[in-house]
């Protein structure tokens, strides 16, 4: 029988840690960071100690307290109740590249493959490379990794999976259907169907129901929420904001890894007769991504069309001691923009910037009153990301710029779900990545009798079919 513990993703949005139970072992769908129990205990200054890592995750439920899943030297005083000469895990399978699904997966013992898409193994590869994560990274071990693309089936503890691609906010996001001898079920990771590459999620959907899967464990992110904005609607107010700003310097904060957010970016800048200036973590993405045969349609940087901006950093003076390995290999191979020259000519570049915190660099720029700083990104939704948020609005404040908000969600609204499930026909439903499980529950039986919702108990085995 195909069971599945659920120990992430339960009553809050990300961390997701599903434990498959097939006949022939188990097997993990994602391993992702649970931000909020971990902000609880942890922070920038506050962290595991090298020699009881594990430990200190487990003691805080950060990660669950499972026997031979774990690096060995990681686990510390742990290891004489979780150690094992064997994996008790035949592998992580994960569905995309954003860390509250994947974050964890390098805690892992190396001896447990990781499946992942094509794509998202070269985002997570670029972003690892310019975050240094350090003992967490995924890519700092010998690990068996196996890579995908939707049309793919593979069989892992005796359980055969099919992933689709799904429309998400960042490249290469996949949903899964898989089945035994006993039945079909199917998880959706997380997705959207008001995207620019909605047609995938449309695949995922058509699939589904070509499958006639049982059992549908679908994430609830925005499930309170009904209204839809989406990314042609953020393209033209960046382009409408762009035009109104003449002669004034524009800045926009866009996630490193959200690709689409930074195409239509570049796109409402080049359609507004501007320069688009991405940051050196967007162009090493560009880079990254450029050549690899995926199916994306990658922007490339070209002079007077999209550069990249080389930022200050360090000694001010743009010394090639200034920058570690990536961004020295890069800025040789890319054209690039200086502050001084952005200083310039405010009205001639959208300066693309990958954090907010990066707000600290407009201030050698000297912007006129009045200058948009759009972020476009999710709002805050930690007291810790509070926090941060405030100073960049002191920074804004004092700069005097104009702070906008501008951003389309990577998540479905609560509709968008419903008709989902409605068209899928399920006969369960586990809601996982939502703060409002027992909401779900209450939409999915009064929109669609007969539809039984499972509330999953972190830790508590559920029967999938």
């Not at 009553?11 to 909020?36: A, M, R, S, W």
């Not at 971990?38 to 669950?64: E, G």
């Not at 150690?83 to 992580?92: D, G, H, I, Q």
Request: with cysteine.
């Amino acid at each position: 029988m195909l069971r599945a513990v659920f120990y992430g993703g339960v009553d809050t949005i990300g961390g997701n840690k599903i434990l498959l139970e097939g006949v022939d072992g188990k097997v993990f769908l994602d391993f992702g960071v649970d931000f909020n129990t971990r902000s609880k205990y942890f922070s920038t200054f506050l962290q595991p100690r090298r020699f009881s890592y594990i430990a200190d995750y487990i003691l805080t439920d950060v990660v669950p307290p499972l026997k031979g899943i774990y690096r060995e030297d990681l686990l510390g005083p742990a290891a004489t109740q979780f150690s094992s000469p064997t994996p008790s895990l035949e592998a992580v399978i994960l569905s995309h590249a954003h860390t509250d699904h994947y974050g964890h997966a390098g805690l892992l013992r190396e001896d447990i493959p990781v499946h992942m898409g094509e794509g998202a193994a070269v985002l997570v590869k670029a972003r690892e490379e310019v975050r240094q994560q350090g003992v967490e990274a995924l890519f700092n071990q010998n690990r068996r990794l196996n890579t995908f693309r939707t049309g793919n089936t593979f069989e892992v503890a005796g359980i055969k999976f099919h992933p689709t691609h799904v429309d998400h906010s960042i490249p290469a996001a996949y949903g899964f259907i898989f089945e035994d001898d006993e039945g079909v079920a199917a998880y959706t990771g997380d997705l959207r169907d008001h995207g620019p590459r909605s047609d995938m999620t449309e695949d995922f959907i058509q699939r589904c129901v070509k499958k006639g899967v049982e059992t549908l464990i679908i994430e609830g992110t925005r499930l309170e929420e009904s209204e839809t904005v989406s990314e042609q609607d953020v393209g033209a107010k960046i382009g409408e904001i762009i035009r109104r700003a003449e002669g004034k310097l524009v800045a926009v904060v866009v996630g490193m890894l959200d690709f689409d957010r930074l195409n239509t970016v570049i796109s409402a800048a080049i359609e507004a007769g501007r320069i688009p200036a991405v940051s050196l973590h967007h162009a090493h993405v560009l880079r990254s991504l450029d050549g690899k045969g995926l199916r994306i349609d990658v922007p490339k940087l070209a002079e007077d069309r999209l550069v990249a901006y080389l930022e200050k950093r360090r000694s001010g003076t743009y010394s090639d001691k200034d920058y570690p390995g990536w961004m020295a290999e890069l800025i040789d191979t890319v054209p690039t923009v200086r502050e001084e020259e952005v200083k310039k000519s405010r009205g001639r570049y959208v300066l693309v910037l990958s954090k907010a915190e990066d707000v600290i660099d407009l201030a050698g720029m000297e912007p006129e009153p009045g200058s948009p700083f759009i972020i476009s990104t999710s709002e805050p939704h930690s007291e810790e990301q509070q926090i941060e948020m405030d100073k960049i609005e002191n920074w804004a404040r004092l700069l005097k710029l104009e702070m906008l908000h501008v951003h389309a969600s990577g998540h479905a609204s609560g509709p968008r779900l419903l008709n989902m499930i409605s068209r899928i026909k399920p006969r369960k439903v586990i809601p996982i990545h939502t703060e409002k499980p027992a909401l779900y529950r209450k939409m999915v039986e009064e929109t669609l009798p007969g539809t039984c919702v499972i509330m999953p108990v972190k830790g508590h085995a559920v029967n999938l079919l």
